[in-house]
Each structure stands twice: as structure tokens, then as C-alpha cells.
Nanobody
Framework: QVQLVESGGGLVQAGGSQRLSCLAS???????MGWFRQAPGKEREFVTA????????KYVDSVKGRFTISRDNAENTVYLQMNSLKPEDTAVYYC?????????????????WGQGTQVTVSS
């Protein structure tokens, strides 16, 4: 069982930056990790993911060039650096851990989920 706890959310102005962290309760070095988000009235969507070593990353087109995922396996932590934030980035952001080595982009690829952290971008 893997427990994930997100932190770093809050209110930020458009154009600003924010960094989210996801701390895992156990070692996740063999797992791909991902971030998803869910805006009000919308379905949860894939944002980005990273493989166990950090050598492979994937991003949804809407965040490419603005968001960066990284991980510190020694600290069991995954990060999401978000720059040039837009109001449409407003959502609850969820961290997820996969049981697979491959980097997945669907919710079905992930076995464990955090409770989420709210990110609100004001215009």
C-alpha cells in the first residue's frame, strides 16, 4: 500500500509560479508517478508523468513548456513545477503512483492516489 500526500497548492496570480510536492509513504523508485487534475464540472485529466529514473516524461499539450515534473527517489517525493500559470490551470491536482515501469497517461494506469491539493489561478 502506498499513501500519497500532496502539498504546495494555493492561490496564485496568472503568470505566476507554484510548485507542488507529492510525498509517498513508501519507496516508489520502481514506479512511474503522475499528476492529474480536475477542474470544477470537468473530468479528471492527465497532466504529466515520469518514469522511475526520471529519464522519460510525458505532458499534456496544454502544459508543455510551462510545467516540469521531477522526482527525488531518495526522498520518495515527486514535484510539479508550474510556471506561467493561467486561470484555466485552476483545478484540484492529484498525485498518482503506478504499478508499472512504463509511463502511463490514463487513470487506469495508476493504482494509488493522493487526496489532491487545490490550485487556484486568479486573472
Amino acid at each position: 500500500q502506498v499513501q500519497l500526500v500532496e502539498s504546495g497548492g494555493g492561490l496564485v496570480q496568472a503568470g505566476g509560479s507554484q510548485r507542488l510536492s507529492c510525498l509517498a509513504s513508501t519507496r516508489t523508485f520502481s514506479r512511474s508517478m503522475g499528476w492529474f487534475r480536475q477542474a470544477p464540472g470537468k473530468e479528471r485529466e492527465f497532466v504529466t508523468a515520469i518514469n522511475w529514473s526520471g529519464s522519460v516524461t510525458k505532458y499534456v499539450d496544454s502544459v508543455k513548456g510551462r510545467f516540469t515534473i521531477s522526482r527525488d527517489n531518495a526522498e520518495n517525493t515527486v514535484y510539479l513545477q508550474m510556471n506561467s500559470l493561467k486561470p484555466e490551470d485552476t483545478a484540484v491536482y492529484y498525485c498518482a503512483a503506478s504499478g508499472k515501469l512504463a509511463v502511463g497517461t490514463t487513470q487506469q494506469d495508476y493504482d494509488y492516489w493522493g487526496q489532491g491539493t487545490q490550485v487556484t489561478v486568479s486573472s
